[in-house]
């Protein structure tokens, strides 16, 4: 019997929904919130009624009969580090989205919205990798700083569902290969894969790895210092330097790759050498993560928005495809990836994970 699964994956200022048979994808639509909206509400948390009633009717205007439904799935938010894997929404982890217990983010209403309309169907609801995911070895933690140990946040939801497209593709499976994934969007990170574990990755969000579009990355640290305690600025102001205005953004004052191109095309020599380091930076963490690996690199995939810029891609494979092939998957198919992680349930080719 083919199973029907609504996908729920809530951003800052939309909501993308999609209904899958199985893998097939019925119907999706990107929800749109304008800042007024939002503005509205106090906390993220408040934001449910709002859009669970913007869901429910799109629903309705498609005509679809939501009792046919099998399956609820949310996007992950910032839970506790937890082990990869397809988790049902049971108390615990459902309170943990409410209160966000390492932050506020709207893929915390993810599981949240799931849980509630999966309850009024009688279906289960269920989160699948969410950016809170942390395999890292102890190894890994050490910073050389004792007060700040390295932490694993990432985009662990796209850099498995690319890592099983890989194994599928060749016939092996996801816990027998040794992956290098890069996931290239507004945020980069790096996973090295190991027997179906992220066992290390640069953390996408607060300071480390490669810049990305709009974030620093790993900066030199006593500058940084300096820049802290400088008096010029405030925290707030030096955490949007690094995270929103880092990066690309940073440079050049965009964070459009393909517009960072264009620009480096019509001969603006600073945008060529930021592009360039961007190639640069992604090289050598990708060689960082082989050293992880003991050199034993079965495939890199690089996949991500920016994974359709072939000079971005090219530039890469020029500089680590002495370590192993590297495929590219273009973009990113994360309400696919919510859909699988169900299905695997669903079909009892793994067991749902129980968050406590």
């Known amino acids: 019997m083919a199973i029907k699964s ?10 993308k929904i999609a209904v899958f048979e199985d893998e097939t994808m019925l119907f999706d639509k990107t929800l749109r919130h304008t800042n007024e909206e939002i503005a509205q509400f106090d906390s993220i948390i408040a934001q449910k009624d709002f859009r669970k009633n913007i869901i429910l009717d799109f629903l309705k205007e498609q005509n679809f009969d939501i009792k046919s439904l099998n399956v609820c799935v949310g996007r992950g938010g910032l839970v506790k580090p937890i082990s990869g894997g397809t988790y049902i929404v049971n108390d615990a982890l459902q309170k943990d989205l409410e209160v966000g217990v390492q932050g506020q983010h709207a893929s915390n209403l993810g599981g949240i919205l799931a849980r509630e309309i999966g309850d009024e169907l009688g279906v289960p609801a269920y989160i699948v990798d969410p950016v809170a995911v942390d395999e890292m070895e102890p190894i890994a933690r050490l910073s050389g700083c004792e007060a700040i ?24 499976k996801y816990d027998e290969l040794d992956l290098i994934v890069v996931h290239m969007g507004g945020g980069v990170s790096w996973g090295a894969h190991h027997n179906g ?25 006593g500058p940084l210092v300096k820049l802290c305690f400088s008096g ?48 640069y930076q992604i090289a050598k963490n990708i060689g960082a993560m082989a050293a992880v690996l003991k050199g034993h690199v079965d495939q890199i995939i690089l996949t991500g928005g920016i994974s359709y810029e072939s000079y971005i891609t ?11 092939p590297v ?3 273009k973009g990113e198919d994360e309400l696919l990836a919510l ?17 406590e």
């Open 6 to 15: 609504l996908i729920i994956n809530p951003g800052s200022t939309s909501t």
């Open 339 to 355: 859909a699988q992680g169900a299905l695997r349930v669903m079909n009892k080719e793994e067991e749902a994970k129980i968050y």
């Open 197 to 221: 574990r992220i066992v290390d990755v640069f953390n996408a969000l607060d300071g480390d790895g490669a810049f990305s579009p709009e974030r620093a990355g790993g900066v030199p640290v």
């Open 149 to 172: 140990p390295r932490t694993a946040i990432s985009h662990p939801l796209n850099q498995k569902a690319m890592a099983r497209r890989y194994a599928k593709e060749v016939g092996k």
């Open 232 to 279: 010029k600025y405030t925290e707030a102001e030096v955490r949007k330097m690094l995270v929103g205005e880092g990066g690309l953004n940073s440079y050049l004052h965009c964070n459009d790759m393909q517009q960072c191109e264009k620009m480096m095309n019509d001969g603006d020599k600073k945008a060529e050498l930021v592009v360039n380091a961007f190639i």
């Open 314 to 324: 090219d530039g890469i494979k020029e500089r680590v495809g002495f370590i192993a």
């Open 327 to 329: 495929t590219i998957y």
